[in-house]
């Protein structure tokens, strides 16, 4: 059968055409310490300037040897532009949001004439640029964002899922502002060179909010970058944590391309919910592939692509400990399955 290049091959595969083997990539944060050591671009720094975090995004493929490149390795830049306080992160710990900006309508009124290229989303943007003139040509770039439902909560706080539940006018007016916003991201994403678009959306999860609420406050959100994606001809993943299984055939709506499933969902089930997006994930980011042994690691893979998996990859982010060694033999189980 024909060779592919690895953009190639993640293009087809994510649209459900024939290709020679499974993609071996990762659509959550790749970020490790091993690979800060080899390639010299460390956290926090590498959130924050656009070489370094290209140069951690590359080691990923030189050094661990996804077929893919991805940026960034945080959820928390979207919250910042908009103002919202970050506890900055360390080598090992991502940065995370602490204080929110809008309780109310008015609130929200300030934020709307935002820049989209400033602060740390320029920086992000700038990375995809690097790594597309780099690798471009051969690697799929792929550019990883906040779901409009997980942003609306950085950006409302804690009484986010109070106000969902009270009805709140609040709630699908930033709902709307965060969508408009990451369809407007995505799209500079694309421009910069981006040609799949991770949308990380931990919160929006079936398992906290139930199926009703999704299809009122996530569904439609998601859609609209998924729908916008789609005219650009761009793959979409929707990454959302938790025991999502029963909530698979709404998040199917979305019309992404791909749904990426927390290491607690049945992958056998969970490709029994869905009819067109493809089940990606879903090895156990701290028990297998940070504390596994390799042969731990063979098994649960093995496990999940008997089960049916679309892309064999993590579940939830990498964490920042994984040796180097376990996410290869995981490359190599991927690599070495056909469909
Ligand atoms: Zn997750």
Redesign the pocket.
Known sequence: MTKYTPKERLYRALRKQPVDRMPAVCF?QTGTVEQMEACGAYWPEAHEDAEKMATLAEAAHTVVGFEAVRVPFDITAEAELFGCGIKAGDLKQQPSVIKPVVKNLEDLDKLRDYKLKEGRIAVILEAVKILSEKYGKELPIIGSMIGPFSLAQHINGDAWFGNLFTGEELVPALLDFCSDFNVAYAKAMVENGADTIAIID?TASYELIGGEYYEKYALPYQKKIADAMKELDVATVL???GKTTDGLSIMDKTGVNSISV?QRVDIKTATGNVKDAIIVGNLDPVAVLWNGTLEEVEEASKKVLDAGVGLLTV???IVSMTPTANLQKMIECAKNHKY
Do not use: R, S
């Open positions: 959550t931990p990454h959302v944590c927390d579940g939830c982010g």
